[in-house]
């Protein structure tokens, strides 16, 4: 944390002194000031368990103090929030995770190297810097999730996760979780089935690069087509029908994004 968000906040409160709730507390401090709390995933933090009270016999007896404490100041913000996850529900926890985002994007490419990836990228980058509110998914089906394009966005905010492992499980364990989808126009059959499965409320975007050609069964049904050059909107005007071209190169493309998928950008 910055030095000076901390000493603006008060820093710790010495009413749960000398430990439990104190952090929290500073953390609902600045949530109320209008601060986000950002977690790093790449952090390491190194716990001195029991340093505070001893042993654990102290501990419960000063978290059982000063739980009332933390629950009587911030009851309105509690209670606007869901039920305490179950640790053991893996969904609860993602649930929970992004319960507070107004739109959850998830982005499906085959790599980022890829045109499809190029205009991934574009509008990811501008999905961190005028949608913070939002959840940014970004899956790869070949696994190239730590070249340098993926880091920079991760470092933007973006949740990256690459090709490795159960394509079909990670869906399906995320089923219903995406308000939106927008993925590569030249995945396979068996991908958009999946995706339109495991995510059968999200409306769909076609990400269409100057490599797609041919018969799309992503844009068979999609809505929207985001496209990075002339021949591309031409595919996609030649090819299907009713669906509408937004080029990545407007200064405006994340909006009619939003504003065609009836999305909340803020």
């Not at 996609?236 to 509408?244: D, L, N």
Request: overall charge negative; hydrophobic content about 45%.
């Amino acid at each position: 944390m910055r030095r000076s968000a901390f000493c603006d906040a008060g820093g710790f409160d010495p009413v749960y002194h000398p430990a439990y709730y104190e952090d929290t507390d500073l953390a609902m401090r600045w949530r109320a000031a209008g601060m986000r709390v950002v977690y790093q995933p790449r952090s390491l933090a190194v716990h001195k368990r029991w340093a505070s009270s001893g042993d654990r016999s102290g501990m419960l007896d000063q978290l059982l103090r000063n739980r009332p404490v933390f629950v009587d100041r911030w009851r309105d913000l509690l209670g606007g929030r869901p039920p305490r996850p179950d640790p053991e529900d893996a969904q609860s926890l993602l649930a929970m995770r992004d319960v507070e985002c107004p739109e959850r994007a998830l982005v499906v490419v085959r790599r980022l190297d890829s045109p499809a990836g190029a205009l991934a990228a574009r509008l990811l980058d501008a999905g961190a810097t005028m949608a913070r509110r939002w959840r940014l998914t970004l899956r790869c089906t070949d696994e190239d999730a730590e070249a340098a394009d993926a880091e920079r966005l991760r470092a933007a905010g973006v949740e990256v996760v690459g090709g490795r492992g159960d394509m079909a499980g990670w869906l399906r364990f995320r089923r219903r979780h995406h308000s939106v989808v927008l993925a590569d126009a030249t995945l396979p059959a068996a991908t958009v089935a999946l995706l339109r499965e495991t995510q059968p409320g999200a409306p769909v975007v076609a990400l269409v690069g100057e490599d797609a050609s041919g018969e799309s069964p992503l844009l068979d049904g999609a809505r929207l087509a985001l496209c990075d050059a002339d021949e591309a909107a031409d595919y996609v005007h030649a090819t299907y029908s009713g669906i509408h071209v937004v080029r990545i190169d407007d200064a405006n493309a994340l909006e009619q994004v939003a504003f065609r998928m009836g999305l909340q950008l803020e």
